[in-house]
């Protein structure tokens, strides 16, 4: 999954409007961002096979620390920890926005468990892998991203107020350009020179990217 994470930092921040979108954003990528740190450094693995999956070229063989269920439980909790606990994140909002932070971390492995082939252990990598697969089918998969991401969309703007014409229209226009940069990434030919390193790197730049503008635009919005 992609842009499909997104939707549950939307509709997390629509629960607990004192918790920043911007941070959300990163929580819900936050075992992505690992990985894709982690693969270049061959820690995690992962290949680029020519249409693995009908919307990917990802084989992701080996990622357990990242996308197990059970790490992914305890990334949630250290997350829950630092904000709850720890300064300075402790400062950003306490309880509920702790909470929200570590329910997002952990809904990427259950927004990947839609999509994602039988890649997702359980436990370690030599548990029980998950997946339902929605990647072999290209149409229901970027239905199923858009959908998502539209359905948070309107939860956040259902949940907040613009305070001026930013506020109003801004985040809907970043969620379109989300969408089609999302169907110009999975409508690419397959680059035979892409890296690990190459397809990581752009993975953690869009990210970071994605997170910058939700941070800018959650101030247009009360
Ligand atoms: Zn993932």
């Known amino acids: 999954m992609f842009i499909g994470h997104y939707a549950a930092g939307l509709?997390?921040?629509s629960v607990e409007k004192k918790?920043?979108?911007g941070m959300l954003f990163i929580a819900v990528q936050f075992v992505d961002y690992l990985f894709f740190i982690l693969a270049p450094m061959g820690i995690e693995?992962?290949?680029?096979v020519e249409n693995y999956t009908a919307i990917n070229h990802f084989d992701l063989y080996y990622y357990p620390y990242t996308h197990g269920l059970l790490a992914s439980v305890i990334w949630a909790v250290l997350i829950y920890g630092l904000w709850r606990y720890v300064p300075p994140f402790k400062a950003m909002g306490k309880g509920r926005v702790a909470l929200v932070m570590g329910l997002a971390v952990l809904s990427h492995w259950f927004v990947d468990l839609i999509v994602h082939t039988p890649d997702l252990p359980l436990l370690g990598d030599d548990s029980l892998k998950v997946g339902f697969g929605l990647?072999?089918?290209f149409m229901a998969t970027v239905v199923v991203e858009i959908a998502l991401l539209v359905g948070g969309l309107i939860l956040y703007l259902r949940s907040t107020t613009a305070t001026g014409a930013m506020g109003k229209?801004?985040?809907i226009v970043?969620?379109?350009?989300?969408?089609?940069?999302?169907l110009l990434v999975v409508s690419m030919p397959f680059d035979p020179n892409a890296t690990v390193t190459v397809a990581s790197v752009s993975s953690l730049v869009v990210f970071t990217l994605f997170a910058a503008i939700a941070f800018w635009l959650d101030r247009y919005r009360v």
Request: one cysteine or more; glycine letters at 4%; proline letters at 0%.
């Open 169 to 171: 229209y801004g985040m």
């Open 19 to 21: 918790a920043s979108l």
């Open 11 to 13: 509709a997390l921040k």
């Open 45 to 48: 693995k992962f290949r680029l």
């Open 135 to 137: 990647w072999n089918d």
């Open 174 to 182: 970043f969620v379109a350009v989300m969408i089609c940069l999302y």
